[in-house]
């Protein structure tokens, strides 16, 4: 069974750093679509990172310049680096992998910026 777990999430002050870390078993991240999501409570999922196959990357305009996704093909695991949090980022962080239509999650982990 594929899985995809999620670590990193915590409470920290605004204009701080978290590093999220996302491991995958029984599949291969560098086979596909790498993407973080969040959802912040009464909103709705949306696209933060993407790191695709070819190795171009893409980022939400909210969160351009602070944030950084990447790969660790050796360790199956993609990271992402988010610095200068705001208070807005708070949201539940899932990560995602995507081929066609084969698309798997993880569980989400929580990130609370406070101000």
């Known amino acids: 069974q594929v899985r995809l777990v999620e670590s990193g999430g915590g409470l920290v002050q605004a204009g701080e750093s978290l590093r999220l870390s996302c491991a995958a078993s029984?599949?291969?991240?560098?086979?596909?679509?790498a993407n973080w999501y969040r959802q912040a409570p009464g909103k709705q999922r949306e696209l933060v990172a993407s790191a695709l196959i070819g190795g171009s990357t893409n980022y939400a305009d909210s969160v351009k310049g602070r944030f950084t996704i990447s790969r660790d093909n050796v360790e199956n695991t993609i990271f992402l680096q988010m610095n200068s949090l705001k208070s807005e980022d708070t949201a539940v962080y899932y990560c995602?992998?995507?081929?066609?239509?084969?698309?798997?999650w993880g569980q989400g982990t929580q990130v609370t910026v406070s101000s």
């Open positions: 029984r599949m291969l991240f560098s086979r596909y679509d």
């Open positions: 995602n992998a995507r081929l066609r239509q084969t698309t798997y």
